[in-house]
């Protein structure tokens, strides 16, 4: 191949030079943007909510269900699943699910 040396071994020039700072610097921000977004993501509260794993037609799913209709599921719910009557109680429902 005619040339290959010394294309490989020619120093880089202004311009090769600047793009390569430029794409260095695309990369370094990006990774900036994606610290901080991953950062600030916060999880959702569960303050206030019932969340109760349960089996479903495809595998388990979870039901998470907040104020008013928290108070609701775990009074309708409570009384015909043992397990949804333990997770009210656990969670601050206890109020609402009728004693054994």
């Not at 108070?71 to 043992?82: M, P």
């Amino acid at each position: 191949m005619e040339g290959q040396w010394r294309r490989a071994n020619t120093p880089l020039g202004r311009r090769d030079k600047r793009l390569l700072a430029v794409a260095a610097l695309a990369v370094a921000v990006a990774a900036a943007v994606g610290g901080v977004y991953a950062a600030q993501s916060s999880s959702r509260s569960d303050a206030g909510c019932v969340v109760v794993s349960m089996p479903s037609t495809m595998g388990g799913a979870e039901v998470r269900n907040c104020g008013a209709a928290a108070h609701t599921f775990c009074r309708l719910q409570g009384r015909v699943d043992g397990a949804v009557a333990a997770a009210c109680r656990r969670q601050g429902f206890a109020a609402d699910v009728k004693q054994p």
